[in-house]
């Protein structure tokens, strides 16, 4: 499967993968204070088990961080 997160390509040897499961891939410590969008759609948090991205989806994960 391609994806392209963050404006990368990536490669994944898998036919299904949920937004949880790509996170845990891509981030497995840092998973508080992040937002998910998929195809510039986001991704409440209670629907990341569920919702699978598919060929080719674009996927941004932003991270919060502290200052001002």
């Known amino acids: 499967m391609e994806l392209k997160i963050n404006q990368q390509t990536k490669q994944?040897?898998?036919?299904?993968?949920?937004?949880?499961?790509?996170?845990?891939?891509?981030i497995p410590n840092k998973q508080n204070g992040i937002a998910v969008a998929v195809n510039n759609t986001v991704v409440p948090k209670l629907d990341w088990n569920e919702f699978l991205v598919q060929e080719t989806d674009e996927i941004l994960i932003i991270s919060a961080t502290q200052g001002g």
């Open 12 to 26: 994944f040897n898998t036919e299904t993968l949920s937004v949880q499961a790509l996170l845990d891939l891509e």
